[in-house]
Nanobody, 128 residues
């Protein structure tokens, strides 16, 4: 069993930055595909970025590539999402998620059903 807890949501002006964190708790370490998803008002939950826990390889949705950076700490127990050049359309609830997997990337990012574990979410609000 894996438990995920987000922190760091909040408000910012357009063009500003925020960083989200996700604490990963588990009884036994396991390979995971870690991801950030977001749900914007009126739209389905969509994948933002993934990182494979074993080798830190990353994949981004085109809407955030070059602006957002997903990373993990050296202990592989905390996931981060650094968000720069934020825009009002980035406003939404951001969720940390994880899948028991031996790989990661686009197929996980584009199908939220692949995720086995979810955090409760962190609200991000960007004003123009």
């Amino acid at each position: 069993q894996v438990q995920l807890a987000e922190s760091g949501g909040g408000s910012a002006q357009a063009g500003g930055s925020l960083r989200l964190s996700c604490a990963v708790s588990e009884y036994t370490y396991m390979p995971l595909c870690m991801a950030w998803f977001r749900q914007v008002s009126g739209r389905e939950r969509e994948g933002v970025a993934t990182i494979f826990r074993e080798d830190s390889s990353t994949f981004y949705d085109k809407s955030v590539k070059g602006r957002f950076t997903i990373s993990q700490d050296s202990a592989r127990s905390t996931l981060y999402l650094q968000m720069d050049s934020l825009q009002p359309e980035d406003t939404g609830m951001y969720y940390c998620a994880a899948a028991r997997a031996t790989g990661c990337g686009a197929s996980f990012l584009r199908n939220r059903a692949t995720m086995h574990y979810w955090g409760k979410g962190a609200l991000v609000t960007i004003s123009s």
